[in-house]
């Protein structure tokens, strides 16, 4: 008998540590944030000049999704549907009058949002945010407000308080790169301790940081999200990379943060706790074309940032750790699962007249089953554009970056799984296609209740 008991202790033991994710006293969650990163940007997603061995090492032990959406194409929004869960119009984070926050925008973030980070420090989790916020730079806003134990970065996007009227690629004449021209400051908390931010090295400062709090945290469970304010334009790279890739100083970009990702996940390893922690790694939207070689590549998708084609939206995302089956998802995802997921796996009970967007991908990222999410509303500020139901997409109205939409009707329909460059417009054949998803929208939008806008707002 005493040998039944032991060997039944033995498989349960193993069975918990195997699927340790449901026990709340040994997960840990790291994400990895880009900032206007492409979906053809990195090897494993098929670039063929810029050289990313330790992403690519992380989707072959983890989980590489080739279908996975950010849930807006610019930075504000996608970053409050990324903490929320929730489609950034219902938070009023996306506006049709202002795309994203500015140095002059007077409000944020509202405190009536339940973020990631509030959530699981209701159960004791530390947590922490490393690089760009860009929801909001008035105290009231900032993350430490949010639920964030700690808050180490930049307020807004690396390219905003810019002091002089030097064209862009100007700073690029000079014998030695630096970032003075953007007066960007530097984050501890409350205070600003560094102004203008040195970007040269902020890619580095941002990865020793997040190693640092890795370390304070590790007696702990603890939630580390890692906002890379990078690839976004100004680039720079530290001294170390710069000149080093095939694809110019946006490779040298990208090829230092793949450098930072390898460390961290060595980190996780040398202290053990590759175990018990889930990492994804992935961008807030799409590439900015219109900075041609110093913007990065949609691959086979169309267009890019600040559009609602699949260039806009479409990012990679790599999930590893914590006993994530290994292998390509073809399914869909999106960052506005990641609430839902997290919180499932640490089963923390939110409010039940919450709205959530997300979907839970834990089956999926443990056990390999299809992803349970199989619809996406692409909104370009707070207007549906376009609408994804399973392998078809349908554009109600499209755009490229800065162009006035234009409307379609009928309405352009495309199979992702055939066609995912969107090139071949078959609304025509498909018309009972086009009829189930229009029902999908007006379902949809009967039930959707927007929020103020919060952007439009500026002094």
């Not at 032991?6 to 026990?23: E, K, M, P, R």
């Not at 639920?147 to 002089?164: C, R």
């Not at 003075?180 to 931010?197: A, G």
């Not at 109600?396 to 309405?411: A, F, S």
């Amino acid at each position: 008998m005493y040998h039944k008991f032991f060997f039944l202790f033995v498989l349960i033991f193993h069975y918990a540590s195997l699927y340790g994710t449901q026990n709340t006293n040994k997960l840990n969650f790291i994400i990895v944030f880009v900032d206007d990163m492409g979906y053809g940007d990195l090897g494993v997603y098929g670039n063929p000049t810029i050289s990313t061995p330790n992403l690519d090492k992380m989707a072959f032990e983890g989980q590489k999704w080739t279908q996975f959406y950010s849930a807006a194409s610019v930075c504000t929004p996608s970053r409050a549907a990324l903490l929320t869960g929730r489609y950034p119009v219902r938070s009023g984070m996306a506006s049709s009058i202002s795309p994203v926050l500015f140095p002059n925008s007077l409000n944020g973030l509202p405190s009536s949002e339940s973020t990631i980070a509030e959530k699981l420090k209701e159960i004791n989790y530390k947590t922490a945010i490393v690089g760009k916020w860009h929801l909001g730079h008035l105290k009231d806003y900032l993350p430490n407000n949010h639920g964030f134990d700690y808050y180490y970065g930049i307020p807004y996007s690396n390219d905003m308080d810019k002091i002089n009227n030097n064209n862009y690629w100007s700073e690029y004449e000079r014998k030695k790169l630096d970032s003075k021209s953007y007066n960007v400051p530097l984050i501890e908390n409350f205070d600003i301790i560094e102004r203008p931010v040195d970007q040269t090295t902020i890619t580095s400062r941002y990865v020793d940081k997040t190693i640092q709090l890795i370390n304070d945290y590790k007696e702990d469970n603890f939630f580390i999200l890692l906002s890379h304010n990078l690839p976004h334009i100004p680039l720079y790279a530290s001294e170390k990379f710069l000149g080093k890739s095939k694809r110019g100083l946006y490779g040298d970009v990208i090829e230092e943060i793949d450098f930072g990702m390898g460390l961290i996940l060595e980190e996780l390893k040398n202290l053990k706790l590759d175990k018990n922690t889930i990492v994804l790694f992935t961008s807030d939207n799409g590439p900015w074309l219109v900075y041609k070689n110093h913007s990065g590549s949609s691959g086979l998708l169309r267009n890019g940032k600040g559009t609602t084609w699949d260039g806009g939206v479409r990012v990679p995302a790599i999930f590893w750790g914590s006993n994530i089956k290994p292998g390509i998802i073809n399914g869909i995802g999106s960052t506005l699962d990641i609430f839902s997921t997290f919180l499932s796996l640490t089963e923390v009970n939110y409010e039940e007249n919450l709205v959530l967007d997300g979907y839970d991908l834990s089956k999926t990222l443990f056990e390999g089953k299809e992803s349970v999410r199989n619809e996406m509303f692409f909104y370009k500020g707070d207007e549906l554009f376009a609408v994804r139901l399973g392998d078809y997409k349908l554009h109600l109205k499209t755009t490229d970056w800065y162009k006035q939409p234009v409307e379609h009707n009928p309405p352009l329909l495309f199979n992702l799984n055939i066609d995912p460059s969107e090139q071949f417009n078959i609304s025509n054949q498909n018309k009972e296609k086009v009829k189930e998803i229009l029902k999908l929208i007006e379902d949809h939008n009967s039930k959707m209740i927007k929020g103020e806008d919060q952007l439009k707002n500026r002094n």
